[in-house]
Structure formats: C-alpha cells, structure tokens
C-alpha cells in the first residue's frame, strides 16, 4: 500500500471496523496491516490516537475538555440544545453514536427542506489526521478563562467539517473514551507484527519512552533504532507498581527481600540535570511548583545528574499526615508559601532510574540500590534485607508503629519495569484488600443527600476498555461526597432517571472482603462489602486495575480458602 496522507474519515472507518472485531488477534493483524502504509507525520498519531490518546503519556499538553464545553460546542453546530443533545446521548448510551445519530438527522433534515439547519462551515475543509491532531495540539495549549471562547470556536469548526462517522470517533477522541478495545498490548503487538521486530523490545522501548507513537517510529526503522532508546530526562515514565502479598510467602518463593516502609504519601519521579530540577507526579503531572521546597531539599542532597523514584508525606509533630494532606498540596496553584509554614513535606527515595547519562531500569534492585546511596547524601528512605521472616515482620510493626501504611517488599534481582504491576514488588497492609478502579457512572442520594451523588458505579480496564465490577455507596462522609460530587459534576455525560453516566476521569480506592464471580457486571466479577477509602486522584483511569489482575486477585483468594462465589 503507498504512503499518504491519512483523512480523518478513514480513521473513522478503521475504528469503525475494529469496533466490530471480537478477537485480539485479529484486531492486531488489522493494525499491523495498517501501519507501514503510513507516513512518518501520520504514524505516531495514528498509534496513538487508535489508544485513544492524543498525545503521549509523559507530555505536559493535556485536551482539557469536558462534556459541557463539547455539548456546547455541539449545540451551535447542529442547531439543538443541550437537552436536545444529552437526550439523544440517554437513547444511544454513548456520546460517539448520540453525536453521529444527531448529525444525521440534521443533515437529512437539510437535504429534504425540512427546517432543522446544520451550520457548516464558510470553507468547509476536508479532515485530516494531522490537521485534526494540529487543532487538538493548539486547544490544549490555551490557558486561562478567556481560553475557552477559544476552545470552543475550535471545536465546533471540527464538528463543522466533520462527517456525521468522522464525529462520532471525534467526540470520542476529546473525550479520550475511544470505545474500540484496542489497548496498549494489542498496539505493542502490531507494531513489532508491521515492522517484524522482537515483541520484547517493542515492550522494554514502550516503557523507557513512555510513547507508543515514537516506538512505531522507531520500530520501522528496524531493530537497532528501537534498542537504542534510552530514558530521558525531563520525559517522565510510567512507575513500577506492586500487587498485594504476604509476607511468608514473599519470602518462601524468593528467600533474602528488600523490606521497606509503604508510606502514606505520593509517588513522585524527579527529575535533575545540572540545576535543573523538575519533579513530577504519578500521573505524570510537572509538580515542581507546587511543592518547592522538596524540590530544593532533592536538589541539595545529589550533586549529580539523576531520575528518582520516591513517595513524599506530610509530617505534623514528628508523625505522618494522612494521604489527603499530600494531595491538598499537590493539588495547590496558589499560596505555596503559607502552606509551606503550615505542614512539613519529607520525600523519600527508594529507587534510581538514570544517573548521570547511564539507564539503570535494566539494573537489579540490588545494585539499584548501591548506586542510589552513593549518589545520595539524604532522603534516602530506609530499607532492610533479609530471609528472616521474624526481622521482615519487625519492619512491618515499626512501620504501622510509626504511623505508616505497612510494608514494601521487592525482590533484589528485579529490574525496574515502568508501569508494570507485578510479583517483584509487593505491598502488606492491615486490613481488608483494597483496589483502585474507574467511577464511570452514579446515582442521585436521598434525603439530605438528594443533591449529591449518594453511589458510584467502578469499572476496571481491559484492552481500552472500561468494564464495570461493581458499586459503592458506603464508607463516605458527608465532606467526602460533597468533595466528590464537585469533582464530578462538570464530567456528567448523560442522565436516565437517578442514573447518571460520567466521563471516566476519578478513581476510587475501594476496600472490599473479597472478589465473587457475578452475572451482573460485564466484567464477570463483583466487589462484596464494597467500602470507600478514598479518592486517588494521584492516578489516572490508566493506573485503575485491569481484568486480568481482577481475576489473578479472584484466584489468590481462592487458594487461601475463600469461596469465591455468588
């Protein structure tokens, strides 16, 4: 097939019928057909629009558009109003079909006379996918409240020139629900399938860069491109996370671990060249001016040229602050100094990624560690090895002592594997099991609460998509759900009854007595005693549990004695 320029309605087309595959495998023989008939322009957004992002993961450009302004942006397109479009959003079930139904009519309403209008634009210009990744590019570089009259007139000049199945994966696409199933493995999949390069090295270039775009790139240029990616400073990767375990079993299958504090706080990576200091979030949000002054205590303790992996806390009277505190600050544009005087922030370095020009993600922990320590003068955050369970068990106790969360065990020949949730490093905590997932949905509340939303419907991911495993409706404060519903109330798509749908944008930590396989839920499993513990607002839909981890804790659990069923 001949390289070109790719339309914006054969974009369409494409997610159209990938929508309509069922299998994985053919998804991805789809795909990789696809890719090596595109040019270098088209390609990284082609990859990573197909993912349902616009840009990469580590970029500072975010969309930043909600359901209002792309109601309203819609409304002066098609002639309707808001009403008008919700309504058709509660009969279709989706804002992509809503749309795509709406300019439909609208436009079969101005071929046949009738007086239904559609506004099209002076000069109406076919869609590309660079022109339309070029507008989505300049939305989200507009800031302040006049930005959005701006942002406005860009999308509804989209909408203009879009063909009523162009809109329909456009409205999705802003929204960044693209509702096709095709998930970061499958796209690692076809990329190593198109250019025929090691899955393998597709997988380990994906999490140096942080960009499934650039690595297509890389990979058509062949084998030896691909294995020359490097971590960059100042482009963020994804943080290696844990899965939940236990102590003697940690140490029965791996003998001698590295036993560290789990701390209350947020992840952080930070990241330092010469005086240039740069810290960001777990999300992969620059945080660097929202807390300064840990910012300045990094830069003090390394004189070197590094990227560090570690959790900050909040410290009050030599004791820790609760998880909230944190957030408050990451969360703060204004008045950093008062608050500053008010609570005491303290990071803690428990990982090296980069030091002074040299990857170490393919290090073990072991020696990790080693080069962390001497290029560290402090905040390093302690850490104990041992085989004993007696000693691991010490750790544990003086670290809920101390008023933290519990305990980190990780396995001293690991290498570092951004993004990935795994057996290398494990987390004990107290209590009930607990699991990060989507709100994607919620109910109106009774009585004194009927203005707020009183439950919440989560959802894990799978491939791109966004499953539903149950709801919660305890465990809340009146503060807490008043805290939620003003996070959530500009994100409403769509309304039925008490029912609301809601743009996946907030994910909840839940606590749960265990997994039950349910008829119920697409996802096939159920939360039992689901409890609110908190908003994670620290992580992204991305970082929510998938599937497959859904039934890895199912099957955990039935190994340890618990039914498991409905």
């Excluded at 990094?298 to 959790?311: C, F, P, Q, R, Y």
């Excluded at 305990?407 to 001293?412: A, E, T």
């Excluded at 039950?516 to 996802?523: I, V």
Aim: net charge negative; hydrophobic share 40%.
């Amino acid at each position: 097939m001949e390289r070109g320029i790719m339309k914006f309605l054969e974009f369409a087309r494409i997610c159209e019928q990938l929508e309509g595959i069922g299998g994985r495998l053919e998804m991805t023989g789809k795909i990789s057909a696809i890719l090596p008939s595109l040019d270098e322009g088209d390609l990284p957004i082609f990859v990573r629009f197909l993912t349902g992002r616009i840009f990469p993961d580590w970029s500072p450009n975010k969309i930043g558009i909600g359901p209002n302004l792309l109601f309203d942006a819609l409304t002066q397109v098609v002639d309707a109003t808001r009403s008008d479009i919700i309504g058709e959003i509660n009969r279709k079930g989706d804002v992509g079909l809503a749309v795509q139904a709406i300019l439909e009519n609208k436009r079969a309403g101005k071929r046949s006379g009738r007086s239904s209008t559609f506004q099209t634009s002076l000069f109406s210009q076919e869609l590309d996918l660079s022109s339309v990744y070029s507008d989505l590019e300049r939305i989200s570089r507009l800031e302040g409240r006049s930005s959005q009259v701006e942002k406005l007139s860009l999308v509804q000049n989209l909408f203009q020139n879009a063909s009523p199945l162009e809109a329909k994966y456009l409205a999705r696409l802003i929204l960044e629900d693209l509702r096709i199933g095709v998930g970061e493995g499958t796209m690692r999949d076809a990329i190593a399938q198109a250019f025929s390069v090691d899955p393998s090295l597709v997988e380990h270039a994906y999490q140096a860069i942080n960009d499934l775009g650039e690595v297509a790139l890389r990979a058509r240029k062949g084998r030896d491109s691909l294995a020359d990616i490097h971590i960059r400073l100042f482009h963020p990767v994804k943080m290696m996370l844990a899965q939940q375990g236990s102590i003697s079993q940690a140490i029965a299958e791996n003998g001698a671990m590295a036993a560290e504090y789990k701390y209350d706080g947020s992840r952080f990576q930070f990241h330092k060249q010469g005086n240039r200091c740069r810290m960001y979030s777990r999300k992969l949000e620059d945080v660097t001016e929202a807390l300064p002054e840990v910012v300045e205590t990094l830069k003090n303790a390394t004189s070197h040229d590094v990227i560090l992996d570690g959790e900050v806390i909040a410290i009050k009277d030599g004791r820790p602050l609760p998880f909230q505190t944190v957030l408050r600050r990451f969360r703060r544009k204004y008045d950093i100094a008062a608050m500053q005087k008010e609570i005491r922030m303290q990071p803690f370095v428990f990982d090296i990624l980069y030091l002074d020009g040299k990857t170490l993600i393919d290090d073990p922990l072991r020696e990790r560690r080693k080069y962390l320590e001497e290029a560290m003068s402090g905040c390093v955050a302690p850490q104990t090895v041992s085989s004993d369970i007696s000693v691991i068990e010490a750790v544990y106790r003086e670290s809920l002592d101390a008023g933290h969360e519990g305990l980190m065990l990780k396995v001293l020949s690991s290498s570092y594997t951004p993004g990935i949730r795994g057996k290398n490093w494990l987390k004990i905590k107290p209590g009930v099991d607990s699991i990060d997932l989507a709100v994607i949905g919620a109910e109106w509340g009774e009585g004194k609460r009927a203005h707020l939303f009183g439950s919440f419907l989560l959802a894990c991911q799978d491939r791109g998509e966004l499953l539903p495993v149950g709801k919660v409706a305890t465990g809340f404060t009146d503060e807490e759900l008043q805290e939620v519903y003003e996070l959530l109330k500009d994100r409403v798509i769509s309304e039925s009854g008490k029912e609301v749908h809601l743009e996946p944008f907030l994910v909840f930590e839940v606590g749960y007595s265990e997994i039950q396989k349910s008829p119920n839920y697409e996802s096939g499993f159920a939360l039992r005693f689901p409890r609110f513990i908190r908003v994670r607002d620290d992580k992204g839909i991305s970082d929510i549990e998938t599937l497959d981890s859904i039934r890895e804790r199912f099957q955990r659990q039935s190994v340890q004695g618990k039914p498991g069923g409905e």
